[in-house]
Every structure is written in structure tokens, then in C-alpha cells.
């Protein structure tokens, strides 16, 4: 896919290096480079900007449905006309935005297709079925009368109308509608929902949601679930009557019900995995950052011992998930070669820690029995190279590796590492890895151990069919990193990895990701609307 934005915002602190705010697929991405830039100095206009690209994110993601609803407005209309049959009652529809449509009414399909904003639709029948999966909620009309919003930019949503009703027949100003639907509903929780959503699609406040639920922990509600949403006037629904209800289809019941486990879902080789391997039957939950830059993720915002204690948390999040098919392993997530604009004494573009201060996380780690990865952003170095800075550190059994190809600086004329994006070639990983192995075995040090790659785009690695996932001693791991709308996270990760990937990994951004995928949701156990599942269970998920 050709990129979204090519707007380029550049920011320096001392030391710090360039980023891309924009990047291609649609997907909004954060530097992991030295930005010594404080996340509040972020202008409006460019926060707008973001807002923006979301937008349009959504928008282009809904241009390229799949051919099941690739009707375009124009074709779908006429075959409404064609479809639709007369009836007692009508329901209208206004897109406020791109909208995915789906209608049914008295059992036939009438429309299937996209919607532009402004768009006005209206049927006529007994009983409807409506599906919408949109960048902005569309309004919806029941004879004549505004009932509500339905979908937003995270998830599809179901409506259906038995039509058995007495609607009140007086009529709404859509200038300046009140909030909350006209009449008292039922909803059926669906997979990426949260109680606070829900409020929102309905205009309500949480605790009105809440109260008329008898629910005092948004952490109760469950997937299946029904749920009485209030009327604007406080009415609450009768629960022996119709009304109209959110639901979930017989078809997803099924594919959920079908859906195979965590364990199941993993690749080949990790399914494989020996006991030795820092992946046997486990998944790794990773803080990562640089100490005391904030910006660069939550590793950086917080003292060793309190991130500890957030880590532990987070992990416990996993725990659960995964159930007694997997325990977890938490990971302090270094940066420990920070690409850097000055390219230093040495030429290299790299900025390293201080050992003492690596030592204090590894020792918090060993106390914790948590695991440890040193990054290295690569500069100006070869990866071979880049390397060799974080070898001595595999003499703690709980030290990992990765490096990042984004800020290679590979590129002839490239005056900083990470503009434009880097890359590496599979070779070079290749002897990555053998020289990992090498100085192992000459220092008798035991392994696996784990060595990640961070890509976010397809050419990040040049000739990845050549990669060797079959060097001892390295459990050779891809992290999909990217951050945005779940959408395009869930589908550039299931595009980048495949059940030839011996590990994999995903990285969540807490203050980029809009709205944040939940653990069962990053694990691949939900879907998240229409955006679908991650269909490769993550070893290892990353949060920013």
C-alpha cells in the first residue's frame, strides 16, 4: 500500500535524531529513536494533523473492503431500489462519515457497500437488519424518529428492529438532537467492547449504563452479554418485550466457538519450542524505553522499582488471559544503543547506557525474575557490529538482544539514522546471529537466547525469505511495531508474520494507540470489530 501522509515533522533535542510522524499503510508510528522531545510540546496543529491521518486511515481502509461488500454507493443503491419491499415501517440512514453498510430488511439483503458522508438511505419493510462499521457514527431514523448513533471508528455494530414498537410520532430536530436513544434498547456485548464504549455509542454516561445494569465493575461485563441501555428520558426496557438490540451473529458464535487456542495459534516453531528456549510455554510481556526519556515509552517515565510493580501488574493482565495454557514472562525492554543525531567520537550515531545503570535493571530483573533486552538501534555501524557493544551482558542469564533497523543509516547522502527509514537484509541478520552464537560458545555461556528485529514495513528487511531460523543458540524473533488505530495494527501484523516466523512479537503504544487493543485482543482471543483477530498468537507483546 502506497503511504497515507508523507508529512515529516523534525524534532531535536540535543542528541536527539529525526522521526517520521506519518508512515506508510495508513498507520500512524513513533519514533523508538533518542527523541529527547517532551510529548506535551507536541503542537496542536501537530496533534490535528494525527487526528487527521487517523481519519483518513479509516476512510482508506474502508475503500479497500473485501469483495463481499465492494459494492460502491451508486451499485448498492440500485439494488435497494430493486429489493426493497413496502411495509408499516421505515428506517433511515445518514452516514457522517465513510461508512461500511450492510442492511437486511424482511430477510432480504438490499445494501452492502460503502457509504460517502452525507449519505441518506431509507427502507421500508417489518423487520431490519442493519450492520455498520465506520470512521463516524451514523445517524439512524426509526419512522422518522432519531433513535441514536450507531458504529464508530473502532468497531462494527449490529442493529436489529422486530419493528413490534408503538414509536412515538413526533418528530426530532437533528440540528441539535438530545443525547441517548429515544427509547430504552437492549445491547449484546461484542468482542473488543468496553462499558464506556458502549456508554459512548449511545450518547450516555458510563455510570447511567452502569446503574441501569446493577454493574459496579466495567470489568463484569463479557461478550454475549446483554445489556439494557436507558432512554434519554431515563426509561429503562422491559426485559419480556422487543426492542432494539445489538447483537452478534450465529456466524461469529460459530468462529469463535471454532477458534483455536493461544497454544494452537502459534507458529510451527514456536509450538516446537524446547525447554531450554526462553519462549517454552510462556509469553513475555515487555516495558520498553530508555531510563529517564519519557517520550521513548513507559520504561522511560517511571524509576526501576515503581516500573517493576506496574510491570508485575500488566503481566498478572496476561496471566489471565492465557489461563493454564501459558504462564508469563516479564522483560525490562532497554534501549541500550540510542540513534543519535551526533554522530559521536567514534562516528558510530549511537549513544549507550552507562553500565551501572544497566547493571541496576538487570539486578531489579534477577530479584524479580524478569528477563532483559538490550536494543540497539544499529547508526552508522554494521548490525554485526552494532552488536558487539551488547555481548559482554549475555554473561547475566536473563540478557537478551535486539536490534532496529529502522535507524540504520544505510542510505547514500543520510546525514542521522532514522530519515529516511533503514533497513537490514536478512544476510545481515544471518550474521547477527552467528555472531551472537560464536561469542557464546567461546564463553560457554548457555542459551537460547532471544534476538528481535523490530519492523514496521515490508522493505525494513531486504530478502526476509533468506532469513535462518535454524542458527543454535538464537531464538530469532520479529516485532511488529506500529502505532495507531488497531485496524491497521491487526493487519500489518498478520501481513508481516506467517506460520514460517519462528517467534513473533507486537508492540502496543499506551499513549499512541487509539483506542489501546486489550490483552485478549493483542493475544488474538477477541477480534476487534470488523478489523478481525491477530491470527498468530504473539510470544512476546511490547508496550511503549
Not at 551526533?342 to 549507550?352: N, P
Request: proline share 7%; aromatic share 8%.
Amino acid at each position: 500500500m502506497q503511504p497515507l501522509l508523507r508529512n515529516w515533522i523534525i524534532a531535536f533535542l540535543i542528541g536527539g535524531v529525526c522521526f517520521p510522524l506519518f508512515r506508510p499503510l495508513g498507520l500512524l508510528q513513533p519514533s523508538d529513536s533518542a527523541t529527547e522531545i517532551a510529548a506535551e510540546e507536541l503542537s496542536a496543529q501537530q496533534r490535528a494533523l494525527r487526528d487527521e491521518a487517523a481519519k483518513q486511515a479509516l476512510a482508506q481502509a474502508a475503500a479497500a473492503a473485501p469483495a463481499e461488500s465492494d459494492q460502491d454507493e451508486s451499485e448498492a443503491a440500485a439494488a435497494n431500489e430493486e429489493l426493497a419491499p413496502v411495509g408499516p415501517h421505515s428506517l433511515q440512514v445518514q452516514a457522517n462519515d465513510f461508512s461500511l453498510l450492510r442492511v437486511t430488511v424482511d430477510g432480504k439483503p438490499v445494501f452492502n457497500g460503502q457509504v460517502k458522508p452525507g449519505a441518506k438511505h431509507s427502507w421500508a419493510g417489518t423487520d431490519f437488519v442493519l450492520w455498520a462499521s465506520n470512521a463516524g457514527a451514523v445517524e439512524v431514523l426509526l419512522d422518522e424518529r432519531f433513535s441514536g448513533l450507531l458504529g464508530n471508528a473502532k468497531d462494527a455494530s449490529g442493529l436489529r428492529w422486530p419493528a413490534e414498537h408503538d414509536l412515538p410520532k413526533t418528530f426530532i430536530d437533528l440540528e441539535n438532537p438530545p443525547t441517548g436513544p429515544a427509547i430504552p434498547l437492549f445491547y449484546v456485548v461484542q468482542p473488543g467492547d468496553s462499558l464506556s464504549l458502549i456508554a459512548q455509542g449511545f450518547e450516555l454516561e458510563t455510570i447511567q449504563v452502569a446503574e441501569a445494569n446493577g454493574i459496579s465493575d466495567a470489568d463484569q461485563i463479557s461478550i454475549g452479554m446483554r445489556l439494557a441501555i436507558p432512554s434519554r428520558d431515563g426509561r429503562v426496557p422491559d426485559k419480556d418485550s422487543p426492542q432494539v438490540t445489538a447483537f452478534i451473529s450465529d456466524e461469529e458464535a460459530i468462529a469463535l466457538a471454532n477458534r483455536p487456542t493461544i497454544v494452537g495459534r502459534q507458529t510451527k516453531l514456536a509450538r516446537q519450542a524446547p525447554r531450554n528456549s526462553p519462549y517454552y510455554k510462556t509469553t513475555w510481556v515487555t516495558y520498553y524505553g530508555r531510563p529517564n526519556i519519557p517520550v521513548m515509552g513507559i520504561l522511560g517515565e517511571y524509576d526501576v522499582e515503581t516500573l517493576a510493580s506496574l510491570l508485575k501488574e500488566q503481566a498478572a493482565a496476561y496471566d489471565e488471559v492465557n489461563g493454564n495454557q501459558l504462564s508469563v514472562t516479564p522483560a525490562f525492554h532497554l534501549v541500550y544503543g540510542m540513534a543519535t543525531k551526533w554522530e559521536g567520537e567514534d562516528g558510530s550515531h549511537l549513544a549507550f547506557m552507562e553500565d551501572d545503570e544497566v547493571k541496576t535493571y538487570i539486578e531489579v530483573a534477577q530479584r524479580e525474575n524478569f528477563a532483559v533486552i538490550l536494543d540497539i538501534q544499529i547508526g552508522a555501524l554494521t548490525p554485526a557490529a552494532s552488536i558487539e557493544k551488547g555481548l559482554p551482558w549475555l554473561k547475566y542469564d536473563n540478557v537478551h538482544l535486539g536490534i532496529d533497523p529502522e535507524f540504520a543509516k544505510v542510505h547514500p547522502g543520510q546525514e542521522w539514522p532514522g530519515l529516511p527509514i533503514g533497513y537490514v537484509t536478512a544476510e545481515q541478520v544471518n550474521a547477527v546471529q552467528r555472531v551472537i552464537r560464536d561469542y557464546m560458545v567461546e564463553n560457554q555461556i548457555e542459551g537460547p537466547r532471544v534476538l528481535l528485529v523490530h519492523q514496521f514495513q515490508h522493505d525494513m528487511i531486504h530478502n526476509k525469505a533468506d532469513l535462518d531460523w535454524t542458527i543454535p543458540q538464537i531464538d530469532l524473533t520479529l516485532s511488529v511495531d506500529g502505532w495507531g488505530p488497531p485496524s491497521g495494527k491487526i493487519h500489518k501484523y498478520n501481513v508481516l508474520v506467517d506460520d514460517d516466523t519462528e517467534f513473533t512479537a507486537f508492540k502496543l503504544f499506551y499513549s499512541w494507540d487509539e483506542p489501546l487493543m486489550n490483552e485478549a485482543q493483542a493475544l488474538g482471543e477477541e477480534p476487534f470489530g470488523e478489523a478481525g483477530f491477530i491470527e498468530i498468537t504473539p510470544n512476546m507483546i511490547i508496550y511503549q
